[in-house]
């Protein structure tokens, strides 16, 4: 079974410049999440997906952030313009629905600098 | 609001030893999970480890076990037979109704040979 698909692995940008990360869960997946990692801290929700409808994302900076999951499968995080305050890994996680399926399954997460 | 604490930032432990890792937590739900996943410089987040809040019975998973303290809000994980491949950063996580995780700052394991 393929695993939750993220790329790119790394992305290196200027500060005020934009910047997208793309992400695939595993199939069948209905809930999808996006996770901000800052170096030395745990994973932060920063928006959650069912199908194609936004369940949480009031974590997520809309000034900056924005985040879709169009048809209910892929789904792409953007950030413009990007802040030094940025620099982190993203992650993407993915999960069945059913009473009791709560494991989330993660990518390899795509490690952004801005500079 | 849900809230995860690990107080141990940093571990080691000697190969073929047993090393626990603490983790403590608060939530006003009565029902909800909590996880030990392991994160490699590999950055992939694995799951070692998954207790349901309504099973009074410590989940194993061969060489992982965990001690879960449901009045206490305590859930630590227990690490038998260390192994090399056993380092790693370490996470507890709480996840409720809302199915999110919420992650503490994470434990260090180094696995000394």
């Known amino acids: 079974e393929a695993g939750v698909a993220q790329s790119p692995r790394y992305k290196i940008i200027e500060k005020r410049q934009s910047v997208a990360f793309w992400c695939n869960p595993i199939?069948?997946?209905?809930?999808l999440y996006w996770y901000q990692q800052i170096l030395g801290q745990g994973p932060k929700l920063l928006i959650q997906?069912?199908?194609?409808?936004?369940?949480?994302d009031s974590q997520l900076p809309k000034d900056r952030f924005s985040a879709e999951r169009l048809k209910g499968v892929d789904s792409t995080l953007k950030i413009q313009p990007a802040k030094l305050e940025d620099s982190a890994v993203y992650l993407c996680?993915?999960?069945?629905?059913?009473?009791?399926?709560?494991?989330?399954?993660f990518g390899a997460g795509t490690r952004l600098s801005v500079l | 609001a849900q809230t995860v604490t690990q107080s141990q930032p940093e571990m080691s432990v000697q190969e073929a030893e047993t090393v626990t890792l603490s983790c403590t937590y608060d939530?006003?739900?009565?029902?909800?999970?909590l996880f030990w996943y392991k994160q490699p410089p590999s950055r992939q987040m694995i799951l070692v480890i998954r207790?349901?809040?309504?099973?009074?019975q410590n989940a194993t998973e061969n060489r992982f076990s965990v001690n879960f303290q449901k009045a206490a809000k305590s859930f630590s994980l227990k690490i038998s037979d260390s192994q090399l491949g056993d380092t790693a950063m370490y996470f507890c996580?709480?996840?409720?109704?809302?199915?999110?995780?919420?992650f503490g700052s994470g434990t260090q394991l180094t696995v000394l040979p």
């Open positions: 996680a993915s999960s069945l629905e059913g009473i009791g399926t709560t494991i989330q399954y």
């Open positions: 997906f069912q199908n194609n409808g936004v369940v949480d």
């Open positions: 199939s069948g997946h209905a809930t």
């Open positions: 207790q349901e809040a309504y099973k009074q």
């Open positions: 939530t006003s739900e009565n029902n909800y999970y």
């Open positions: 996580a709480l996840s409720g109704s809302a199915r999110q995780l919420t």
